[in-house]
C-alpha cells in the first residue's frame, strides 16, 4: 500500500514493497520526492504535464531555433490520489514537524510551513521536504559519490535533516517566495467528527472501555460512536497480569 501510493503520488523511481519502506528503506530522488508532496500542496492531486504525462515537469516548453514556445508543457491535475480530507489530515500532521517537531529550524514566520526531515541511520543522509500551498522545495544533503556518515559536519555534530538541510530550505524560500510574488496562504483544517476522551484497556486482544478497575488503562481520543461497545469487568482487587507473568518469569 506504502509503495502503491508512493507511487501514485509522483515516486516515478523503481519501488520494492518491502516492510521497511514507511522507514525509508527505499530510494528515491530529490525530484521525484518533491514531486510527491506537491500533490500533498495541491489538495491531493498529482501535477502531471501536458506534453510527457506522469513525468516531473522539469521543462516548461519547447522552443524552436528562434527561442519560440511551440510545445506549451503545461500542467495538468491528475486525478485524486488522497481524498481532500485525507490530504488536510496530512498537512496538518506535516505541520507539526515544523511548529514543534524535528523541522523546527526551517519556520518560516507569518507562513504555515509543512514538512518532514529525514536522516539515515548511520548519518550518510539528511533531507527536508517542506511546502508551502504554492511552493514546494526537497533538499537533500550528503556526499554524490559515496555514503559516508555526516558525524560532525554540523558544528562538530552529526547532520541531521533538521539542521542543514532545514536551514537551506528555509534561506531559499525566504528568497523564493518574495521573487514569485506570493503572500502567506493557510491549509485548509480538516473537518474531524467529534471526540472526547475515553479510557481503554485491552483485555484478551479486545478493546473495552475501564471501569475505573483497570491496570492497564490508557487515555485516548475517540470519535464520537467508534469507540468499543463493551466495558470491561475489571476487580478492585485484581491483580496484573502482567505483573504476575513478571513475576513468574524472575522465579
Known amino acids: 500500500n506504502v509503495k502503491a501510493t508512493a507511487q501514485a503520488a509522483g515516486i516515478t523511481t523503481p519501488l520494492q514493497g518491502y516492510f521497511s519502506i514507511g522507514l525509508g528503506g527505499e530510494w528515491t530522488t530529490p525530484l521525484d520526492l518533491a514531486r510527491a508532496y506537491a500533490t500533498f500542496a495541491d489538495g491531493g492531486k498529482r501535477i502531471d504535464s501536458s506534453l510527457f504525462g506522469n513525468a516531473p515537469r522539469a521543462v516548461e516548453c519547447l522552443t524552436d531555433t528562434h527561442g519560440t514556445c511551440t510545445d506549451d508543457n503545461a500542467p495538468v491535475e491528475h486525478n485524486e490520489v488522497l481524498t481532500p480530507e485525507s490530504d488536510e489530515v496530512l498537512n496538518q500532521l506535516l505541520q507539526g514537524v515544523v511548529t514543534s517537531g524535528t523541522g523546527k529550524a526551517a519556520a518560516l514566520p507569518g507562513w504555515q510551513v509543512a514538512g518532514k526531515t529525514g536522516t539515515t541511520s548511520n548519518y550518510g543522509d539528511a533531507w527536508f521536504c517542506g511546502y508551502v500551498p504554492q511552493l514546494v522545495t526537497c533538499v537533500w544533503v550528503g556526499y554524490p559519490t559515496t555514503e559516508k556518515p555526516m558525524l560532525t559536519e554540523y558544528h562538530g555534530h552529526p547532520d541531521a535533516g533538521g539542521t542543514y538541510p532545514a536551514l537551506i530550505w528555509k534561506a531559499f524560500m525566504s528568497k523564493a517566495l518574495p521573487f514569485l510574488g506570493d503572500a502567506p496562504e493557510s491549509f485548509t483544517l480538516p473537518s474531524l467528527p467529534y471526540a472526547s476522551p475515553e479510557a481503554l484497556v485491552n483485555v484478551n486482544d479486545k478493546l473495552e ?27 478492585a482487587n485484581a491483580v496484573d497480569e502482567k505483573a504476575i507473568k513478571m513475576f513468574k518469569d524472575h522465579k
Open 209 to 235: 472501555v475501564d471501569n475505573g478497575n483497570c491496570h492497564n488503562g490508557v487515555q485516548v481520543e475517540v470519535f464520537s460512536g467508534e469507540g468499543p461497545g463493551s466495558t470491561a469487568e475489571c476487580k
